[in-house]
């Protein structure tokens, strides 16, 4: 992992003035859209002797909902809407998010806002502010260790469920360059993940790599890649529901995850 980011870093320091005008090009050119309304909700299933099962989604500009009006139609309101017909159970859930944050900053300023006493399971999607601040492999660990450990000590019987990292290399809006440098940083801040989430109990990274032309083919969907994007950096509404989908079936399938979400029933 060391070897291939310096590597990568190497190359990238006499392109960094490139970079830079290239991205205030591409902030210049991409809306800034307004995170989604409606930040917590419930879906119920047709079963009073099954307990709720409460859902916090937590992150950034994916979390927040940025490119949709609505959570319900986005990322939170899909995966509450998939869990519950995957676990058939009720599903309350609720977004602590917010567009820009960093790992660290959901740390010191999300994380002591959650309110609720309580919590089954919750989804934490990160990286892609990390990857365009340029943060390095072992400062992003360290967050991420900070994150996880924080959440346990709030919440220490709670499944932690970390989702894939932004495909930043299908991103439209982003240049040649700009896709090569940071979609191969968020890859390794992948990497990183993956082993940060091998030290803890409860706490698992679902890091299959996104790419467009492996969803249309995982979902059978008729789409053409430009619907994936609201602004050519943001989801649409169809991958968020298509992420949400996909994150959902990998909840389910995972046995010890569920165990721990399907208690019996008193």
């Given at each position: 992992m060391s070897l291939k980011y310096f590597a990568g870093a190497l190359l990238s320091i006499p392109l960094l003035p490139m970079?830079?005008?290239?991205?205030?090009?591409?902030?210049?050119?991409?809306?800034?859209?307004?995170?989604?309304?409606?930040?917590?909700?419930?879906?119920?299933?047709?079963?009073?002797?099954?307990?709720?099962l409460k859902l916090i989604t937590l992150g950034e500009s994916t979390i927040a909902g940025v490119g949709v009006t609505t959570h319900e139609v986005g990322f939170s309101g899909t995966l509450a809407k998939e869990l519950a017909k995957e676990l058939k159970r009720s599903i309350h859930w609720k977004v602590y998010a917010k567009s820009g944050f960093t790992a660290k900053k959901v740390t010191t300023d999300l994380i002591p806002q959650i309110s609720e006493k309580e919590i089954d399971l919750i989804v934490v999607g990160l990286g892609g502010n990390?990857?365009?601040?340029?943060?390095?492999?072992?400062?992003?660990?360290?967050?991420?260790?900070?994150?996880?450990?924080?959440?346990?000590?709030?919440?220490?019987?709670?499944?932690?469920?970390?989702?894939?990292?932004p495909p930043i290399k299908e991103f439209p809006a982003f240049t040649k360059l700009i896709k090569f440098t940071l979609g191969n940083l968020v890859e390794i801040l992948g990497d990183s993940l993956n082993q940060v989430?091998?030290?803890?109990?409860?706490?698992?990274?679902?890091?299959?790599?996104?790419?467009?032309?492996?969803?249309?083919?995982?979902?059978?969907?008729?789409?053409?890649?430009?619907?994936?994007?609201?602004?050519?950096?943001?989801?649409?509404?169809?991958?968020?529901?298509?992420?949400?989908?996909?994150?959902?079936?990998?909840?389910?399938?995972?046995?010890?995850?569920c165990t721990s979400l399907l208690k019996p029933i008193a």
């Open positions: 970079m830079y005008f290239q991205g205030k090009q591409i902030r210049s050119k991409v809306p800034q859209l307004p995170e989604a309304k409606g930040n917590q909700g419930s879906v119920s299933i047709d079963d009073t002797k099954s307990p709720t990390d990857a365009f601040t340029l943060n390095t492999p072992w400062r992003w660990k360290s967050d991420m260790r900070k994150l996880i450990r924080t959440l346990q000590r709030k919440f220490p019987d709670t499944s932690i469920v970390f989702c894939n990292m989430v091998s030290e803890f109990d409860q706490v698992y990274y679902f890091g299959e790599t996104i790419t467009l032309k492996g969803w249309i083919n995982k979902f059978d969907l008729k789409e053409q890649p430009q619907a994936f994007f609201s602004d050519g950096v943001h989801p649409s509404a169809l991958t968020y529901q298509t992420w949400a989908k996909d994150i959902a079936r990998k909840i389910n399938a995972n046995k010890e995850l």
